[in-house]
Nanobody
Framework: QVQPVESGGRLVQAGGSLRLSCVAS????????MAWFRQAPGKEREFVAAISWSGGSTYSANSVKGRFTISRDNAKNTVYLQMNSLKPEDTAVYYCAAGPAVVARNIEDSTKYDSWGQGTQVTVSS
């Protein structure tokens, strides 16, 4: 199975930018989707963005549309989350997840993903 390892989280000022990386080790296929979730203190884990491993279809949560962009480099087995115009409410632990054949109607459901990274902390200060 795919084993995601994410990195890139750090402290950043509001309005700044940050790029997270997720290396998907193991064997991937065109049926896999990769996603970013986040969990802020005292809140439930929430969907951020997702991308298909092959085909390039992307999905984003309404809360980050226009600010965050998910992309991938298949040759490097890496998925990125480019975060712009960061806000303090974006502060959270960000997790990379992988799942086989996650359909669009379930794209925001964390239970549909079977492999998770350990998380990387993003802190946005005002």
């Amino acid at each position: 199975q795919v084993q995601p390892v994410e990195s890139g989280g750090r402290l950043v000022q509001a309005g700044g930018s940050l790029r997270l990386s997720c290396v998907a080790s193991g064997r991937t296929s065109s049926t896999y989707a990769m996603a970013w979730f986040r969990q802020a203190p005292g809140k439930e884990r929430e969907f951020v963005a997702a991308i298909s491993w092959s085909g390039g279809s992307t999905y984003s949560a309404n809360s980050v549309k226009g600010r965050f962009t998910i992309s991938r480099d298949n040759a490097k087995n890496t998925v990125y989350l480019q975060m712009n115009s960061l806000k303090p409410e974006d502060t959270a632990v960000y997790y990379c997840a992988a799942g086989p054949a996650v359909v669009a109607r379930n794209i925001e459901d964390s239970t549909k993903y079977d492999s998770w990274g350990q998380g990387t902390q993003v802190t946005v200060s005002s």
